[in-house]
């Protein structure tokens, strides 16, 4: 999931693309009793329905505390084309129309529109190849409909599952929550998202001030859906781009300090489930995951934020792209190769090199978004 810029304040975080990336008692949202998280009347959720609350002139706020249920419907669903077999990219278009998911050949010649949905902004591909996860919002009129939040668009983002084979999308995760960084676990029994929750608004002087908690990396268990967070609830702390280990017993992550003005980035290694942290990289960002595991791609901030490969010990450091501010970073299957997006005066590109460094000053770009315009955040490499 992509960050490219950030507030530094609690009360509102900004993510730029290319292209122009728990329980009530915590904090966060009720769950139902499969451990569907979704919204119930609760105080935490949306404004007391009891308490007098100034409208700052934009009317009413939602107005009854009835859990809402979201659909495929809902996020403006539309399967398009059947996912291709083969090697392939998976990439999405977060611009407010055509909002797509698509497919592209590794040489950057064929590109497939798979789905469509309301402002694809994260995505995950399962590992066996037969779901993706996706975050999807809702326009201003249907947030403001169940959460209150008026005028703070895509604050609202739930997790959807696609199902490749029946061409149909569900939800698995929602409430008042903002669901990034979908990530699968080992054999697909668990997705791994970074979730800001607790969206509230409030009115001073007829100015509307909203908060939220998060960014905090929680474990949705499949199937089922029960939400557990992994990482605790500190402010100005916050825990993105989950890559869990192949066998499942580590877990690595970007961590966020804010004091002030200033920002530390780092790379963080946890044992699973819920165990010690440790530092693995400090003045580092947006850590991914080798298929096998051995090795993590990260952005360095140590070295212009450009684009490094290390082995998962932190041995053998090499810069494999000098391009400031790549983001996005995605191996290959065989693991040869990574994928990323950089941000292009005009437009967007996502470039591709080799992971022994042959090829940092010379990526290759497979697909520029001057001609088309796509606003691109997320993605992924696959063989199906």
């Given at each position: 999931?992509?960050?490219?810029?950030?507030?530094?304040?609690?009360?509102?975080?900004?993510?730029?693309?290319?292209?122009?990336?728990?329980?009530?008692?915590?904090?966060?949202?009720?769950?139902?009793?499969?451990?569907?998280?979704?919204?119930?009347?609760?105080?935490?959720?949306?404004?007391?329905?009891?308490?007098?609350?100034?409208?700052?002139?934009?009317?009413?706020?939602?107005?009854?505390?009835?859990?809402?249920?979201?659909?495929?419907?809902?996020?403006?669903?539309?399967?398009?084309?059947?996912?291709?077999?083969?090697?392939?990219?998976?990439?999405?278009?977060?611009?407010?129309?055509?909002?797509?998911?698509?497919?592209?050949?590794?040489?950057?010649?064929?590109?497939?529109?798979?789905?469509?949905?309301?402002?694809?902004?994260?995505?995950?591909?399962?590992?066996?190849?037969?779901?993706?996860?996706?975050?999807?919002?809702?326009?201003?009129?249907?947030?403001?409909?169940?959460?209150?939040?008026?005028?703070?668009?895509?604050?609202?983002?739930?997790?959807?599952?696609?199902?490749?084979?029946?061409?149909?999308?569900?939800v698995v995760a929602y409430g008042s929550i903002n669901d990034e960084c979908h990530t699968y676990g080992p054999n697909d029994t668990a997705l791994y998202v970074c979730r800001r929750y607790d969206f509230r608004a409030s009115c001073d002087d007829w100015d509307i001030l909203y908060t939220n908690r998060g960014w905090r990396?929680?474990?949705?268990?499949?199937?089922?859906?029960?939400?557990?967070?992994?990482?605790?609830?500190?402010?100005?702390?916050?825990?993105l781009s989950p890559q869990p280990t192949p066998d499942g017993t580590t877990l690595f992550y970007a961590r966020i300090q804010i004091a002030g003005t200033t920002q530390t980035r780092t790379v963080m290694k946890m044992a699973l489930p819920g165990g010690a942290t440790e530092l693995w990289k400090a003045n580092a960002a947006?850590?991914?995951?080798?298929?096998?595991?051995?090795?993590?791609?990260?952005?360095?901030?140590?070295?212009?934020?450009?684009?490094?490969?290390?082995?998962?010990?932190?041995?053998?450091?090499?810069?494999?792209?000098?391009?400031?501010?790549?983001?996005?970073?995605?191996?290959?299957?065989?693991?040869?190769?990574?994928?990323?997006?950089?941000?292009?005066?005009?437009?967007?590109?996502?470039?591709?090199?080799?992971?022994?460094?042959?090829?940092?000053?010379?990526?290759?770009?497979?697909?520029?978004?001057?001609?088309?315009?796509?606003?691109?955040?997320?993605?992924?490499?696959?063989?199906?």
């Amino acid at each position: 999931m992509r960050h490219g810029a950030l507030i530094l304040t609690s009360v509102a975080v900004v993510a730029l693309g290319c292209g122009g990336g728990s329980s009530a008692a915590d904090g966060g949202v009720d769950g139902a009793a499969d451990g569907t998280q979704y919204d119930a009347p609760l105080p935490q959720d949306g404004p007391d329905a009891t308490a007098p609350i100034p409208d700052c002139g934009l009317g009413e706020p939602r107005p009854d505390g009835a859990a809402w249920v979201p659909t495929a419907a809902d996020v403006d669903f539309a399967a398009v084309h059947p996912l291709p077999t083969g090697e392939q990219i998976l990439f999405n278009d977060w611009n407010t129309s055509p909002n797509a998911l698509y497919s592209m050949t590794p040489d950057g010649q064929t590109v497939t529109e798979v789905f469509r949905a309301y402002r694809i902004w994260s995505m995950g591909i399962s590992r066996a190849r037969d779901l993706i996860a996706f975050s999807s919002g809702y326009d201003l009129d249907v947030q403001d409909q169940h959460y209150w939040l008026p005028t703070l668009g895509d604050a609202i983002q739930h997790t959807f599952m696609y199902d490749v084979a029946s061409q149909t999308a569900q939800v698995v995760a929602y409430g008042s929550i903002n669901d990034e960084c979908h990530t699968y676990g080992p054999n697909d029994t668990a997705l791994y998202v970074c979730r800001r929750y607790d969206f509230r608004a409030s009115c001073d002087d007829w100015d509307i001030l909203y908060t939220n908690r998060g960014w905090r990396i929680g474990r949705i268990d499949l199937p089922g859906n029960a939400f557990t967070f992994l990482t605790p609830d500190v402010d100005l702390d916050w825990a993105l781009s989950p890559q869990p280990t192949p066998d499942g017993t580590t877990l690595f992550y970007a961590r966020i300090q804010i004091a002030g003005t200033t920002q530390t980035r780092t790379v963080m290694k946890m044992a699973l489930p819920g165990g010690a942290t440790e530092l693995w990289k400090a003045n580092a960002a947006f850590p991914v995951l080798s298929p096998d595991g051995a090795r993590l791609a990260y952005q360095n901030w140590d070295d212009q934020y450009t684009l490094y490969v290390a082995n998962v010990d932190g041995s053998m450091p090499t810069q494999i792209s000098n391009r400031k501010n790549a983001s996005e970073a995605v191996f290959s299957p065989d693991g040869t190769q990574v994928a990323f997006l950089f941000d292009e005066p005009n437009g967007c590109c996502i470039d591709v090199v080799k992971t022994d460094g042959s090829e940092a000053t010379a990526p290759r770009c497979l697909k520029s978004c001057t001609t088309n315009g796509e606003f691109i955040t997320e993605l992924d490499w696959i063989t199906r």
